[in-house]
């Protein structure tokens, strides 16, 4: 019944523009699409085939009598759903350009996130390493300066004792005062 219509609206379609035709009321539309089924269906197969022999004429007037029995509205309805689609499909590959610019966007923020946590990464282990090394020279530095005090003491120590040793001798040394006569 389908394939009867959608050939029906073929033959619609494709048939040329005649001289209009007063509309018809929508009940009237229907009953010549009736007539037109019941006359095809009454047709007389060819002989070793599917085929049926129809008048052709009375066909055509037909269909061009519904083609101009049709409401302007229906076309306009037609007109409105291929506008309807036509638009569907733009707002539907704008939406896909959307969603992929939004994935390269979000690979390229993750791929940043990722190469910033990576020189975070790096810039720590960095900070430990110069951290350590600090720390090694200011003990090397310690030790240094403690053996050059341990040896300045010990410099000293030594001057305190010839200071000590050399006042000692001086106190020693000193010639008894001669005595005087009274």
Do not use: C, Y
């Amino acid at each position: 019944m389908t394939e009867e219509r959608d050939f029906v609206e073929e033959q619609i379609e494709q048939a040329p523009a005649t001289a209009p035709v007063p509309p018809a009321e929508p009940e009237d539309v229907l009953d010549m699409i009736d007539d037109l089924l019941v006359h095809l269906h009454e047709a007389k197969s060819m002989p070793l085939s599917s085929n049926a022999l129809v008048d052709r004429e009375l066909f055509l007037d037909r269909l061009e009598r519904i083609r101009a029995s049709l409401p302007d509205e229906l076309r306009a309805a037609r007109w409105m759903v291929r506008e309807r689609e036509a638009f569907i499909a733009r707002t539907n590959e704008k939406a896909r350009e959307i969603v992929t610019k939004a994935r390269e966007e979000a690979d390229r923020l993750v791929s940043e996130h990722n190469i910033v946590a990576e020189a975070v990464e790096e810039a720590n282990i960095l900070v430990r390493r110069a951290e350590g090394e600090a720390r090694r020279i200011r003990l090397e530095a310690e030790d240094l300066i403690e053996k050059s005090l341990q040896k300045a003491e010990s410099t000293l120590a030594g001057l305190m004792a010839e200071i000590q040793r050399a006042r000692a001798e001086l106190h020693e040394a000193r010639p008894k005062p001669p005595e005087v006569p009274l």
